[in-house]
T-cell receptor
Framework: GENVEQHPSTLSVQEGDSAVIKCTYS??????FPWYKQELGKRPQLIID?????GEKKDQRIAVTLNKTAKHFSLHITETQPEDSAVYFC??????????FGKGTKLSVKP | ETGVTQTPRHLVMGMTNKKSLKCEQH?????MYWYKQSAKKPLELMFV???????ENNSVPSRFSPECPNSSHLFLHLHTLQPEDSALYLC????????????FGEGSRLTVL
């Protein structure tokens, strides 16, 4: 079945450093790749997304890259701040239309 | 506020109890979803409704029974649950069926004793 693998499961960085989270997907027909951020005790919220006709997208300190050939996409956060600490989920929309989520990455940014 | 409200936020129930989770959205969205969130596992899609018609049931046990009286309200009725059903249950909506951004509620934390 459709599958999304996400790595690492936990990530700890110093404030100001960059953080990278990587995901791979199995369904080559996937065409939409959102990233959600879930702070402790809060709802997941969309922070950035990318469609399959684009290779990279940036929004201030966050960026997402997509390699369709390799079927992987990554989230890049630069100049990390303590408020970036959260669980980040990648997802891929497959041929059936459903969003398939990764297991999440717990990011800790140490001041 | 994203406009998706879930109640209750926390629920503790015994295995023989019957309870319901409620979700409400005032975003004018056509599709509503129930997800289960367990520790160290991906978000699991349980049910999808499009214009209050159920379109997906991802092999969810019958002890979970959804109800969607209209496109703004979604319920999850719970009956004779098991301890392994303890999880965070997230409701979400999207403007169109299986398309666009998902807007999540804050979840109902369920503990089954």
């Amino acid at each position: 079945g459709e599958n999304v693998e996400q790595h690492p499961s936990t990530l700890s960085v110093q404030e100001g450093d960059s953080a990278v989270i990587k995901c791979t997907y199995s369904d080559s027909a996937s065409n939409y790749f959102p990233w959600y951020k879930q702070e402790l005790g809060k709802r997941p919220q969309l922070i950035i997304d990318i469609r399959s006709n684009v290779g990279e997208k940036k929004d201030q300190r966050i960026a997402v890259t997509l390699n369709k050939t390799a079927k992987h996409f990554s989230l890049h956060i630069t100049e990390t701040q303590p408020e970036d600490s959260a669980v980040y989920f990648c997802a891929a929309r497959g041929s059936q239309g459903n969003l398939i989520f990764g297991k999440g990455t717990k990011l800790s940014v140490k001041p | 506020e994203t406009g998706v409200t879930q109640t209750p936020r926390h629920l503790v129930m015994g295995m023989t109890n019957k309870k319901s989770l409620k979700c409400e959205q005032h975003l004018g969205h056509n599709a509503m979803y129930w997800y289960k969130q367990s520790a160290k596992k991906p978000l699991e899609l349980m049910f999808v409704y499009n214009f209050k018609e159920q379109t997906e049931n991802n092999s969810v046990p019958s002890r979970f029974s959804p109800e969607c009286p209209n496109s703004s309200h979604l319920f999850l009725h719970l009956h004779t649950l098991q301890p392994e059903d303890s999880a965070l249950y997230l409701c979400a909506s999207s403007p169109r069926y299986l398309s666009g951004e998902l807007f999540f509620g804050e979840g109902s934390r369920l503990t089954v004793l």
